[in-house]
């Protein structure tokens, strides 16, 4: 159902579809049973990676993935991620070595698992050098603990710095990036993907439908605007704008005849440097819906009729971004004498 790819130049390869587990647990589905369900369903339909990370739903989410794997962990290639503030603790967090050992563990621990094929930084640390990070995760390869390791939502030219470390310094280094990515938000599209393949790198996508936006359904319905309803208020400039746009880009899945989730999931997958988008489903409803969505290829026609309504490069609402916020903008002291 879904066609292989090569992860970076792991030389693993994975379907084009892959399952993200953020909505299992108390974060969204808190039936572990139905859940467990679900990781079996995607197996069975060919979905080959699996990707949750340990701050999700504080660590219950890696407990489902785990015993969902249960007799089938030789079935997958399981991603998770770690480094997103734990518990208020500022030694529970971020890149460093104390807590990249500690973390590992737990999730290890959580995933019923000797080993994770793919080990990812949720986000930049400003306060850990990358050579330190990269020689920890360099040193959990080399145990066999990880296979790989990759990051998340990190900015062009710290893939590049990133990148650069790596040959340097001679650890092995970041194989994989997971951006956000939609066709309300593509502002990767001017240097991040470039620079994910200008480096060989594997590109792992997320929110395909923005978080709700772009699943078809009122946004009242979406589980994310139950939890954060200022993100989806339509009476702010930039959300009004949004709700136009989407209602525009149902009228092109009309006409190609198709669910706006499945041209929204299509477009993410047509791009070259994706190596597999990551569904988020809540629901068996929703699951089997994105697996249909699987096969689904567009015609230049109607990529250039998306073109048309967001421009290439360009955030709806640049706000989206989920990067960190460098100091060096985020504290007054960094840029005022």
């Known amino acids: 159902m879904t066609s292989p790819r090569t992860l970076g130049t792991t030389g693993i390869s994975v379907g084009d579809t892959a399952l993200g587990t953020m909505m299992f647990g108390q974060w969204g589905n808190p039936d572990h049973a139905e859940a467990v369900r679900m990781i079996h369903r995607a197996i069975d339909a060919g ?42 603790d500022p030694n529970r967090q971020g890149a460093s070595p104390r807590w990249i050992r500690l973390a590992v563990e737990a999730s290890l621990r959580r995933l019923r698992t000797d080993w994770i094929d793919l080990y990812q930084l949720h986000r930049y640390d400003w306060t850990t050098g990358l050579d330190e990070t990269l020689g920890a995760l360099t040193d959990l390869q080399r145990e066999g603990k990880i296979r790989a390791f990759g ?8 893939i590049v710095e990133a990148q650069w470390v790596s040959e340097r310094r001679g650890h092995a280094r970041f194989q994989t990036e997971q951006p956000r990515y939609s066709i309300v938000n593509r502002a990767i599209e001017n240097a991040v993907l470039p620079t994910v393949q200008r480096y060989g790198m594997g590109a792992l996508s997320y929110g395909p439908l923005a978080a709700g936006w772009l699943s078809g359904r009122p946004l009242a319905e979406s589980n994310r605007a139950k939890r954060t309803p200022h993100v989806f208020d339509t009476a702010t400039p930039e959300n009004t704008r949004r709700a136009e746009i989407v209602e525009r880009l149902q009228a092109v899945a009309d006409g190609a005849g198709m669910p ?5 999931t299509a477009f993410v997958r047509a791009h070259p440097a994706i190596t597999a988008v990551i569904i988020g489903p809540r629901t068996p409803e929703q699951l089997e819906d994105s697996l249909a969505a699987s096969d689904v290829v567009l015609g230049d026609d109607v990529l250039d009729a998306i073109d048309a309504i967001v421009a290439p490069g360009t955030d709806v609402n640049p706000g989206d971004m989920y990067h960190t916020t460098p100091p060096s903008i985020a504290d007054p002291r960094a840029r005022r004498r």
């Open 151 to 158: 990051h998340s939502s990190f900015p062009a030219e710290k």
């Open 260 to 264: 706006l989730p499945h041209l929204a």
């Open 47 to 88: 979905v080959n990676l699996i990707d949750t990370a340990d701050v999700y739903a504080n660590g219950e989410t890696e407990e489902i993935v785990g015993e969902a794997l249960e007799g089938r962990r030789d079935e997958v290639v399981l991603a998770t991620k770690f480094g997103i503030p734990n518990a208020g």
